[in-house]
Structure formats: structure tokens, C-alpha cells
């Protein structure tokens, strides 16, 4: 029965193998510990070896072959002081999430004993079987040969588990004809493509002394914890990750308490366990919160190179999912587990640095004085404002739709918040009158008690998309289910080709016999000019935006399926071709992919919603309903109006069984596309008419006759 289970969920959670380093063993001891850093690897090699290395890594020059064998050696010999008894190509398929394949350091020999081996062609290159891996029509399942190609910029790590550990070596994966499979070779590629406009704008600058440029990331990460009592009652979290069902309980988070309150000691001792795995990793977690909605937390770390950030993100998720249950939890990282509450983002903070420390995207103490900024963040307003189609495309899925626009997400019309003073600065550039800059000062909290703290150049805005936030743009559409490794990608392509551009402009006017500083003013202007459409610093939840979106020609793609659809435009093959970051059947690959997961994900919630409603659902409503109609010979008038109420819900119920079965029948078509439209135009109406009334009967029925746990139960019971 319901309430045994409420009573087993608050009382029979345990802790299971946990152990409690001091703080001094996370910041001296354990971080990093299970990484083979640079530090680590450079005792172990040779200076000469070390320093070709070293050029890859640094640099970006190609591996050099003749050194392979003695950073295998050093790996293998680190690895297996920590224990490591295999190995494998950690690598990123186009699935989402990540794959391995592991191999025995164990190499037989002829006397009829075993050695450990580990060889310079197994670092740097591996053969998984391919064939069942997303390809988009790259290559035919019976053409099974793929490649993993170790990426040295990406440290080599540990994985342990109660028997033993794993050395995980992060690669790029890739066909037999040499075209991407995987997310991490675009990424590294579009790394490139920001590296090269970079220093050619930075040249005009007269900046001779950064050798390299790449984006830096912070990715955030929302999710929800359920007690595992509940979520193994629960078959469409099994088998979808979100509830399909489940009426709205009596309080959500209306009261805002959830919010940064004081962490459960179960949740707090489950998240101090994810944070030393992570630590172990050398994964730089720094904040942990309570997050809006009730049973839903946040974990933040620190800005990384994009492409350490894109593999620590994917750990991270790996982590939350195998510690839960350890604490008798079950963590769940869609995007909308529970309707009617907040659904989970992935906030993606992006920004540009050089080698030598310098943030292209912090103004500094005066904007407006700061060209170097200026420069880079007119860049980004012409990105997003040009290829608001591709941010759209790269945070699309189904699971995605379900929040893109709610009262917890950006809107799915992309735009840019800057915030006022940065905004004044740019009209003022416009206008050609800049004015001396408000200072920066401090700003009073009213009381000599409380100290002053520095202003910022502007307020935060949670409803918008794209936000400056003080040295960074804050992507806040990714949703928390995702890899952050196309949005990156991205953001990097449409940063190179901006810049690119900007960089022609004012070396044409020069051209012209034009100073550096008034050409460049002359490029701000008109940039700005040109795409201020996309900057909003207003409500994004707000009716008025969506109306006043579509006056300035802004894109609103409403659906994962709408913005799938342009994600082959011209504009787009171009884009990613001439920067060689994806050639065209690389793109085209990547839509057929992304429709076929959107079909087949609809599919499943469809299927399982259809297969949920008669095998549990309906047996408890019969239950419910013939126990009302045996007291029916009372006589009683409220006992007749139950039964009639109750009867007219189980029709309603039954018919839209009938209509969601009609639809799984149908799945739309020969190809992908015209599958997803069919999901989307009538597998998901049909669901959420089912749901209507599968909610309504959930308020009505007997407690002990429902056969699932409520959302009472699995938001609350912690």
C-alpha cells in the first residue's frame, strides 16, 4: 500500500561504503588525485619527450608518433599504482552521453605467464566495433569500423569501482572514411576556429604576446533527487525520465522556501560524496545548492578549456547517477521531470581567454574605454543575432521542449541581455557622444552595518537566454539532460566567423587610410546598428516579448522539430564548412540523428504512457469505482454522485486511451522527419489529453487504490 512506502522511503534510507576525508585531504590530497596531470606526467617522461608533448598540448601541434611508446609506458605505470587493471577510449558518440570499451593491461606470452602491456599504438589509437552507434547515415550498421583517436589535451583519469579501477584515456571518435562520430572532434575543431580569428583581431590590437586562444566554460548543473522507493514504483521515470502522469499536490514551491534553504542531511551527505569523487577527478566544483522547486539541487564548478569542461560535465552527470544509489536515491536529470515545477537547466557560462590570462570578455573598470571588449562582445551580439537558428537547434530535443519557455526557462526566442550600462555605452557609440562612465562605486545596502559591495554593470536577468553576466555570456537555454559539447561547439563557430568579420571591417577601412581607433569605432557602430534587435533586457516569461519578438524579426522556433528543420540551411553548411569544423554530411548526419532521437524518445514516452494507463491505472480506477457502486444501496445522494462523477471520468479515461493507441499505431512516415512531425502534431496531444484525466481520476480515487507513488510522495519524502 502508498503509505507503507511513504513510511519505508522516510525510514529505511541508508548509507552504504561511504568514507570522510578532512578537508585537508580534499585540497591536498584528494583533488586530482586519480588525474594524470601535467605535473604527474612531466616526472615521468624524459625533457625531451616531455617537451614535444608538451606542443601538443599547449600548442596544438600534431602528436609526434616516435614519442607514443614512452607516454604509454608512463601511463600505464601511473595507472596501475593506483590500482588500474584495465584501460579504455573514453569517447563521446553522438548519443549524448559517453561509451568504453575496456581492455586488459594483462598480455599473455609464450612460457604460459602474463605481463601488463600497453603499447603506443593502443594510446593512440583505438578499434571499437561502430555499427551501433548514431551515425546518420555516415556509414551502413554492417560497416562496423570506427576509430578512437587519443586527445592529449585532455587528461587521462581513473575510474574505480568496489573491484578494482579502470585508466579512462578521453579520445575523439571517428569513421573509417575520417568523418566524425562523436561530439568531441567538433568541439576541438571549433576550439581551433576561435584560436585563429582571436589572435588575428588581437594582432589589430597590437597584442603580440597570446599564443592561443580558446573559450572557457562553466556549465551548472540542475537535477532532481527521488527516493528510490518511489521512482522503482514508477515505470514511466524508468523508462522516460519524467513523470507522465501526476496530479498537482496541494503545495509545490508557491511558499519559495526550497530555494537556497538548509540542505537535508540525506541530500548534504550525498552531495559531499559526489563532490570528492568529482574532487578525485579534478573536477572544481564550487558551489551546491538547494535549487527552486522542491527536491530539485544544483552543483557549479569553476571555468575550465572548454574541452576538459565538456568531459568533467559528462562526469559529473555519470557521478550524481551512480552515487544516488548508494543513499537509496534515484537522480534524475531531465529536463521536466514534474509538471506544473520548475524543470532543470544546464547553464552554460562562456567566455574567451588567451594563454596569458586575459578574459576578452571582462570590461574592466571602464566599458567604454575598453576596446578590447567592446570588440569581442559586438562580435557576440552579431552572432547570436545572425544564427539564432543554431543556438535554438543546439539545445533542441524533446525533453527540451517541455521546459524551453516555462516560468523557469529562457524563452525559445533567442536574444541577448546586456544589462543597462552596457547597453548606454553601445547606443552611445552609436550616437557618437559617449559620456564619462557612471563609476563604478559601490553600492549601499542602507545600514553602516553591512559593508558596500562593488556594483555591477548591470542586473541579472533570469528570463533571457543569452545574458551577459559581468566576464561571460551565460547560455541558460542547454537543458540539464544534454551534452554541453555542440552548444559549445556552436557558440565557438558563430564567435570565429564574427570576429572574422569585424576583423575584415576595420582592416578595410584602414585600408582606407583610416586610423585603427576611428575605423574601430566605425565597426562598433554599424554592428551594433544592425543587430540591436537582439538585445532585450526585459521580462523574457512576458506575452508582450513574444509580440514585440516578432515586430523585430526574431525567430521563434517553438519546437525541437521547427528548429531541426534549418539546421541544413545554406547559411549554416557554409558556416561549419568553411571553418572546417563539420563538412556537410557531417551536418546532415548530425539532423538525422537529432529527429531520429526526437522520434524515438516521443515514441517511448507514448508507448509507455499508453501501456501505464491500462495495466496500472485502470485496474486501480475499476477498483475505486466498483467499491463506490457496492455502497450505492445506501441510498445516499453523495455516494450516487460519486459513482457518477467517477463514471464519467472512466469514460472520459477510456476514450483517450483509445485515441493515444490510434496514434502509436501510426508513426508517421517512411523517414525521421515526417515521424517526428507525427509525434509532435499527434502522439504528444494525445498524451496530454490522457494526462488530463488520468490527473483528474488521481484526485478522486481511493489513495489505496492508485497504484503510483503521487508527486507528494516522491518531491517531499527526502
Known sequence: MQRFDVVSAARNWRF?????????????????????????????????????????????????????????LAMKTWAMEKGATHYTHWFQPLT??????????????????????????????????????????????????????????????????????????????????????????????????????????????????????GSTVGAEQEFFLVDEEFAMRRPDLIMTGRSLFGAKPPRGQELEDHYFGSIPTRILTYLTDVEHQLYALGIPIKTRHNEVAPGQYELAPIFEQANIAADHQQLTMQVLRNTARKYGLVCLLHEKPFAGINGSGKHVNWSISTDTGMNLLEPGDTPQENMVFLFFCAAAIRAVDLHQDLLRICVSSASNDHRLGANEAPPAIMSIFLGQELTTVFEQLVKGKPTAKRAAGLLGLGTPVLP????????????????????????RAVGSDQSISFPVTVLNTIMAESIDALASQVEALMKKRKSFEVALQEVLKETYSKHERIIFNGDGYADAWQKEAAKRGLLNLTTAVDALERMVDKKNVKLFSSYKVLNERELEARQEIYFDQYFKKVNIEGETAEWLAQTHILPGVLQSLQQATALTSTGSAGINRRVEKLTALFDDFYEAIERLREQNKELGGDDVHSKSRHMRDNVLPAMNALRKTVDRLERVCAYDHWPLPGYREMLFVK
Not at 599547449?58 to 614519442?67: L, S
Not at 558596500?452 to 537566454?465: A, E, V
Request: charged share 20%; with cysteine; net charge negative.
Open 452 to 475: 558596500h559591495i562593488p556594483l555591477h554593470s548591470g542586473d541579472r536577468n533570469r528570463t533571457s537566454p543569452f545574458a551577459f553576466t559581468g566576464n561571460k555570456f551565460e547560455f
Open 96 to 213: 549524448g552521453s559517453t561509451a568504453e570499451k575496456h581492455e586488459s593491461f594483462v598480455a599473455p606470452t609464450s612460457d604460459g605467464t602474463a605481463i601488463s602491456h600497453f603499447s603506443g599504438s593502443e594510446l593512440i589509437q583505438g578499434e571499437p566495433d561502430a555499427s551501433s552507434f548514431p551515425s546518420g547515415g555516415l556509414r551502413q550498421t554492417f560497416e562496423a569500423r570506427g576509430y578512437t583517436a587519443w586527445d592529449p589535451t585532455s587528461p587521462a583519469f581513473i575510474i574505480r569501482h568496489p573491484n578494482g579501477a579502470t585508466l579512462c584515456i578521453p579520445t575523439a571518435f571517428a569513421s573509417f572514411t575520417g568523418e566524425a562520430l562523436d561530439n568531441k572532434t567538433p568541439l576541438l575543431r571549433s576550439t581551433q576556429a576561435v584560436n585563429t580569428a582571436a589572435l588575428r583581431a588581437l594582432a589589430l590590437f597590437g597584442n603580440t604576446t597570446a599564443t592561443r586562444v
Open 16 to 72: 552504504d561504503g561511504i568514507s570522510w576525508p578532512t578537508p585537508s585531504d580534499v585540497v591536498g590530497e584528494v583533488f586530482a588525485s586519480d588525474v594524470l596531470t601535467l605535473d604527474e606526467l612531466r616526472q615521468q617522461l624524459s625533457k625531451p619527450t616531455w617537451k614535444s608533448l608538451q606542443a601538443t598540448i599547449e600548442r596544438g601541434k600534431p602528436v609526434d608518433p616516435a614519442i607514443a611508446d614512452t607516454v604509454a
